[in-house]
């Protein structure tokens, strides 16, 4: 990867995902943040679904999922960290399947 300046990030990073992959997890309301990305993702009914991704020093990436239920409460799907380009957007397209356990 090569070095980005700050607000190019982001859309390096949405890049990096692929339009298959955003559009096969229904990413909307996307936010560029000054080391990443964050978006909503899905479209079950009650649940409000993030990943954030963060480019860390090392030229890796870290994805957190969340789900913050109705009654406010914050859950982790899934955390990855030192995660490679070449697998983040297989990462992001399977993170569903995390799901599925934490509940």
């Known amino acids: 990867m090569t070095t980005t300046a700050p607000n190019n990030v982001a859309g390096f990073i949405r890049q990096q995902i692929g339009t298959d992959v955003w559009l096969a997890v229904s990413a909307r309301q996307a936010l560029a943040t000054s080391t990443g990305l964050t978006f909503r993702f899905g479209n079950r009914y ?9 480019l860390k020093p090392s030229d890796t990436y870290r994805i957190v999922a969340t789900k913050v239920r109705r009654n406010g409460r914050v859950d ?3 955390d990855y960290d030192d995660i490679t380009w070449e697998s983040l957007g ?5 993170i569903n399947q995390e799901e599925e356990f934490a509940s």
């Open 46 to 54: 009650g649940l409000a679904r993030h990943i954030q991704i963060t």
């Open 76 to 78: 982790v799907i899934a």
């Open 90 to 94: 297989w990462i992001v397209r399977n």
